[in-house]
């Protein structure tokens, strides 16, 4: 089997650095006030968005992520898009299409991690057994980490809106 590398090139072939501050407001999510903003009100928007959901529903139609995120906040300040996914299962002894599968949602979660103040959170996939002779595979902790990161975002008055 040919060695496959798991620091790839998002689509355009652009490979990108590990991690640039974007300049953005970075909350303390220990503090127990609210933050303060410049301008005095705080209109800021998170985004949330469970990609594996949104892929089922476009069914194979590609996703411009990067649009979706504005079209999402609408007028308000964005404060951050959170994308939450899972990398597909491999297996012990990983055929090529399950390196392939992985490659694939490798290079698509970089990209979107690419998104101006943009963030992924990833859960995992387990194998659930098999039904009716096809392998069964369920995402776990996404739905858990969307909830928890809304929850503390809006308890700690980071946001006053949200978009999911």
């Known amino acids: 089997m040919p060695y496959r590398s798991w620091f790839l090139k998002d689509a355009r072939n652009t490979t990108y650095p590990k ?17 303060s ?19 089922k529903l476009a069914a194979g139609q590609r996703i411009d992520f990067g649009q979706l995120a504005k079209r999402l906040r609408a007028n308000h ?10 990398l597909p299962f ?3 002894h990983p055929s ?3 390196y392939d ?3 694939s949602k490798h290079r698509l979660l970089t990209a979107v991690k690419h998104i101006p103040h943009s963030e992924v959170r990833l859960g995992r996939t387990e194998f659930r057994g098999n039904l009716n002779g096809k392998p069964q595979f369920h995402q776990k902790r ?8 809304l929850a503390v975002l809006s308890t700690k008055h980071f946001i006053s809106h949200a978009a999911l």
Do not use: C, K
């Open 19 to 35: 991690h640039q501050s974007d300049g953005m407001w970075q909350p303390d999510l220990n503090s127990r006030t609210s933050p």
């Open 37 to 55: 903003f410049a301008g005095g009100s705080m209109d800021r928007i998170a985004t949330f968005t469970d990609l594996a959901y949104l892929e």
């Open 77 to 86: 300040e964005i404060f951050r898009n959170y994308f939450y996914d899972a």
């Open 90 to 92: 491999l297996s012990d």
């Open 96 to 98: 090529d299409q399950e």
């Open 101 to 103: 599968q992985y490659d």
């Open 142 to 149: 996404v739905d858990v980490f969307l909830a928890v990161d």
